[in-house]
């Protein structure tokens, strides 16, 4: 339903625009967070990039003034407006899966929302100097860029927060955190990045020594801006023999469970085998629904 069925602008079944509805809709707390994320790659890159990074407060005031935005789009749950799509929302889109299945979003919750942020974009303005030193020293960096590649019969998409491209040094990647808990281990996450950086197809503004150094040469990074904590990875062979064996077990699961030929309607493939992943899932509404209606 995610990868492959979801179509915003589907005419002949009304599935596949329900798909890319459900598709669209975040819990509060993921959303902040991509909110965050979308601050560093549209604002604070851009504009360090053409030597006017925005400071603190401006950046505060862009992030309120966005906040209110979407939160206001999300409410109204304009995600269902007949035509609606992510150019038509542009900076207001949002879609918070409470608001599809009933549960009201409450001015607390938004309000612890709207706190994390402010102590996110804090975190990053007051702490993290090494960091900040490291990206200005960049020549050349990268926000929220797909890399692509072919393994093991599949297609592998993954979109590192920001790249940071050296003269002389191997390159960083930076992963930002807005966790309340900074216990999560992004590891692998990294080391999937590291193996896309190295087999994915450059892009035009790589820059032509990019790809000199070896995967364990990589500096990986992740910033936890809510914990107020960075931690560096270092990955070696085993490393990256974790994540290729992982992508070829999902890979190979995906395989078998399609079959070969033509796909089958994914309304006949196979139920999560865990209720709780089920309880969690945006597209529950379309999925739990009776066969004669979901067609
Ligand atoms: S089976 Fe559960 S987890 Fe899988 S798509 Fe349906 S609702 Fe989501």
């Known amino acids: 339903l995610q990868t492959v069925f979801k179509n915003a602008r589907a005419t002949q079944d009304?599935?596949?625009?329900?798909?890319?509805?459900?598709?669209?809709?975040q819990?509060?707390?993921?959303?902040?967070g991509s909110l965050v994320d979308q601050l560093i790659e549209r604002y604070v890159i851009p504009g360090l990039n053409v030597g006017h990074a925005p400071g603190r407060d401006a950046l505060l005031r862009e992030a309120r003034a966005r906040f209110d935005r979407q939160v206001e789009f999300a409410q109204a749950h304009r995600v269902?407006?007949?035509g609606m799509s992510k150019v038509?929302?542009?900076?207001?889109?949002?879609a918070f899966m409470d608001r599809e299945y009933g549960i009201p979003v409450t001015?607390?919750?938004l309000d612890g929302a709207w706190a994390d942020v402010e102590r996110a974009i804090d975190t990053l303005y007051k702490s993290f100097q090494d960091l900040r030193a490291l990206i200005r020293a960049a020549s050349s960096r990268i926000a929220g860029r797909p890399l692509q590649f072919d393994f093991a019969g599949v297609r592998v998409l993954a979109v590192p927060d920001l790249l940071l491209f050296f003269r002389a040094a191997p390159p960083v990647i930076v992963d930002w955190k807005v966790h309340t808990s900074g216990t999560h281990d992004a590891r692998p996450q990294l080391a999937t990045y590291a193996l896309a950086l190295?087999?994915?197809?450059?892009?035009?503004?790589?820059?032509?020594?990019?790809n000199q150094w070896e995967a364990g040469d990589l500096r990986l990074i992740e910033a936890q801006l809510l914990v107020d904590r960075?931690?560096?990875y270092r990955i070696d062979d085993e490393d990256l023999t974790g994540v290729e064996d992982t992508i070829a077990r999902s890979a190979w699961a995906m395989r078998a469970t399609l079959g070969e030929g033509?796909?089958?309607d994914p309304f006949d493939l196979p139920h999560a085998h865990f209720g709780e992943a089920c309880a969690r899932c945006p597209f529950r509404g379309l999925c739990w629904r009776p066969p004669d209606e979901a067609a």
């Open 107 to 109: 001015q607390e919750v």
């Open 88 to 94: 038509k929302g542009g900076d207001a889109f949002a």
């Open 230 to 232: 960075s931690r560096e």
């Open 198 to 210: 190295g087999n994915a197809k450059p892009h035009r503004d790589f820059p032509p020594s990019w």
């Open 27 to 32: 819990s509060v707390y993921a959303w902040r």
């Open 262 to 264: 033509t796909p089958p």
């Open 14 to 25: 009304p599935r596949r625009r329900e798909a890319w509805v459900l598709a669209q809709l």
């Open 80 to 82: 269902r407006e007949p």
